[in-house]
Antibody
Framework: EVQLLESGGGLVQPGGSLRLSCAAS????????MSWVRQAPGKGLEWVSG????????FYADSVRGRFTISRDNSKNRLYLEMNSLRVDDTAVYYC???????????????WGQGTLVTASS | DIQMTQSPSSLSASVGDRVAITCRAS??????LNWYQQKPGKAPKLLIY???TLQSGVPSRFSGSGSGTDFTLTISSLLPEDSATYYC??????????FGGGTKVEIK
């Protein structure tokens, strides 16, 4: 059974940092492109960042580029999101999501974690 | 960025009704359109990818159609468990992979 389990969310002051982690199991992690998608309270879905299976390429939404860094450790089946210079409008539930077809670059998300809440507030 | 516009933003229908949700892209995305269902407090669930391919395990009352810029998600006979918010998402060759604003489906 495919499982994605996020952790690391919490309350942080604007300007602060957090590191999210996503533990993957039930599938072969290394070939799969992985992404982070967020959802502000009461709002829609926003793709935030993605990374190829070999970590060779990383991608970011304009809203987070230069502040967030995505990475992965295929030996530990883990995906990460380092978030710096957090702003109030980064407040959201952050989901990690797996691509439907390994390596096809389509970013069709067939499995999602349960999400972790990040709140940036003073 | 490719903009995705869904309509309506919400609807209320009765059990057994046929329901259609539309999604329009700001430019052609061929058939690279996905649909997700999200229930309150839960993660989204992939229903349809490639505009019309049903994801494994999704009931056949869900169907998708369209290509280019105009797409439709249809629920042929609405059930109480279909109460949810539905999102479209483009997976064409451009980032970000934008989502529509969502359509909330309520049961009368």
């Amino acid at each position: 059974e495919v499982q994605l389990l996020e952790s690391g969310g919490g309350l942080v002051q604007p300007g602060g940092s957090l590191r999210l982690s996503c533990a993957a199991s039930g599938f072969t992690f290394s070939p799969n492109t992985m992404s982070w998608v967020r959802q502000a309270p009461g709002k829609g879905l926003e793709w935030v960042s993605g990374i190829t299976g070999d970590s060779k390429f990383t991608f970011y939404a304009d809203s987070v580029r230069g502040r967030f860094t995505i990475s992965r450790d295929n030996s530990k089946n883990r995906l990460y999101l380092e978030m710096n210079s957090l702003r109030v409008d980064d407040t959201a539930v952050y989901y990690c999501a797996k691509d439907l077809v390994p390596g096809d670059g389509r970013w069709e998300f067939d499995y999602w974690g349960q999400g972790t809440l990040v709140t940036a507030s003073s | 960025d490719i903009q995705m516009t869904q309509s309506p933003s919400s609807l209320s229908a009765s059990v057994g009704d046929r329901v259609a949700i539309t999604c329009r892209a700001s430019q052609s995305i061929k058939s690279y359109l996905n649909w997700y269902q999200q229930k309150p407090g839960k993660a989204p669930k992939l229903l349809i990818y490639g505009a019309s391919t049903l994801q494994s395990g999704v009931p056949s009352r869900f169907s998708g159609s369209g290509s280019g810029t105009d797409f439709t998600l249809t629920i042929s006979s609405l059930l109480p468990e279909d109460s949810a918010t539905y999102y479209c998402q483009q997976s064409y060759n451009s980032l970000p992979r934008t989502f529509g604003g969502g359509t909330k489906v309520e049961i009368k």
